[in-house]
């Protein structure tokens, strides 16, 4: 990282654009583990709010709504804004916002200041991704599936953590120990600084060198390109709504059905959220050596006969099942990003934009549909309609095959 773009240049542009720069995709997929991992201590909470604060399902389903709304709507403005104007150092502002409601969450008094704080973490997750997965884009040096899966593999982990550290931190001591997470975002904020600088100088560089290999066009017509992105968009939605009943409403499933405790409810959704990130390290690298849409197959279609046996299963086998859905399901989310980009080339902000924020648009709203329906029926009968979603995956059969076209 501290080598400079112009000692890189005499190595030539061509080979400066294919090199994998390792030391940032490192550095930026340990800022998405703490961004995530922050916004992560929200749902982890949802046990110990619903006690203090008598929550209906419905109200908690609101909480991730507010939380992913905002990070939603605002993501593809995000992208579209920073392909037309790169802004190396909005990431920095993005941890900041995310600080903030970290900080009122700790403090928070009312069921409208828990609102609030998740519309601030919201705020800045839109901010953090749609440039971070372009940074990460610009270090894969060709190595796209990879460098997506490393920088999502930061995330899921971070995700993966903050409710085994709500268990034995903010579960045991109480609200106000959220403040020990400010520690993780000054991190973040540091080793952002660092890749801005990078980040900053190799947009420069690209300004300055004519020689860098082009983006490669594709033979598919606009209305193939608006079908496919149509399509993985239905997939985003299948695969966001199912993990949305899981990430909210998975400890309450264990607690309901089988009267663990709630400490041992956080335990076995770090279990589930750890599959979640082993499995992002998985579709990447295979989508780049054997075809994305392989990928999508297996993560999307494939994942159904676990989900349609959770809701009918023992103890054992439900953590079994839940563990396979993890990493089966969480393989397709880097080969589905990689895909729409090569679909739109020279709009990776855009696409990672559009993507990530319909993402959490999905979770956002399966989360608040979810909620009702627990509340008007029971958390089995979410996770027994919920187990069908996976099935969606067959509309994969229409996406075409890439063929890439020099220009």
């Known amino acids: 990282m501290s080598e400079s773009l112009e000692q890189q240049a005499s190595l030539g542009d061509k080979s400066i654009s294919q090199q994998t720069v390792y030391p940032i995709l490192f550095a930026i997929c340990f800022a998405h583990l703490i961004n995530d991992l922050l916004q992560s201590v929200i749902p982890s909470m949802y046990p110990l709010m619903q006690q203090k604060y008598d929550l209906t399902f419905s109200q908690i389903g609101l909480i991730t709504f507010t939380f992913q709304i905002t990070s939603s709507l605002l993501q593809p403005f995000v992208g579209f804004y920073t392909d037309k104007k790169p802004q190396p150092y909005s990431f920095v502002f993005g941890m900041c916002f995310t600080l903030s409601g970290i900080i009122l969450l700790s403090f928070s008094w009312s069921y409208y200041t828990l609102l609030l704080s998740a519309g601030l973490v919201g705020i800045g997750s839109s901010i953090f991704h749609p440039e971070s997965s372009k940074l990460a884009f610009f270090a894969s040096g060709g190595k796209r599936g990879l460098a997506q899966s490393i920088f999502q593999l930061g995330g899921n982990t971070g995700s993966a953590i903050g409710p085994l550290l709500v268990a034995l931190i903010v579960a045991v001591y109480g609200q106000i120990h959220i403040l020990w997470f400010t520690i993780a975002s000054f991190i973040g904020l540091a080793v952002l600084m660092k890749v801005g600088?990078?980040?900053?100088?190799?947009?420069?560089?690209?300004?300055?060198?004519?020689?860098?290999?082009?983006?490669?066009?594709?033979?598919?017509?606009?209305?193939?390109?608006?079908?496919?992105?149509?399509?993985?968009?239905?997939?985003?939605?299948?695969?966001?709504?199912?993990?949305?009943?899981m990430t909210n409403y998975f400890t309450f499933?264990?607690?309901?059905?089988?009267?663990?405790?709630?400490?041992?409810?956080?335990?076995?959704?770090?279990?589930?959220?750890?599959?979640?990130?082993?499995?992002?390290?998985?579709?990447?690298?295979?989508?780049?050596?054997?075809?994305?849409?392989?990928?999508?197959?297996?993560?999307?279609?494939?994942?159904?006969?676990?989900?349609?046996?959770?809701?009918?299963?023992?103890?054992?086998?439900?953590?079994?099942?839940?563990?396979?859905?993890?990493?089966?399901?969480?393989?397709?989310?880097?080969?589905?990003?990689?895909?729409?980009?090569?679909?739109?080339?020279?709009?990776?902000?855009?696409?990672?934009?559009?993507?990530?924020?319909?993402?959490?648009?999905?979770?956002?709203?399966?989360?608040?549909?979810?909620?009702?329906?627990?509340?008007?029926?029971?958390?089995?009968?979410?996770?027994?309609?919920?187990?069908?979603?996976?099935?969606?995956?067959v509309i994969n059969i229409f996406l075409p095959t890439i063929k890439k076209l020099k220009v």
């Open 197 to 245: 600088i990078w980040y900053d100088k190799h947009l420069k560089w690209r300004a300055n060198n004519k020689n860098i290999k082009k983006e490669e066009k594709h033979d598919l017509s606009r209305s193939k390109v608006i079908l496919s992105i149509i399509i993985l968009l239905t997939l985003i939605f299948s695969k966001f709504f199912y993990t949305a009943s």
């Open 253 to 393: 499933f264990l607690i309901d059905k089988f009267h663990v405790s709630v400490q041992q409810s956080q335990f076995y959704l770090f279990i589930f959220l750890g599959s979640i990130a082993a499995g992002t390290l998985i579709g990447g690298p295979i989508g780049d050596r054997f075809g994305r849409k392989y990928v999508i197959w297996f993560s999307i279609l494939g994942v159904a006969p676990f989900t349609l046996m959770l809701p009918h299963a023992n103890f054992t086998w439900t953590i079994v099942l839940a563990v396979m859905i993890g990493l089966i399901l969480s393989s397709a989310f880097s080969a589905i990003i990689v895909y729409a980009q090569e679909l739109l080339p020279g709009r990776v902000g855009m696409v990672s934009g559009l993507f990530f924020g319909f993402a959490f648009g999905m979770g956002a709203l399966g989360s608040a549909l979810l909620g009702k329906l627990a509340d008007k029926t029971s958390i089995e009968e979410v996770f027994f309609i919920c187990s069908f979603l996976p099935l969606i995956g």
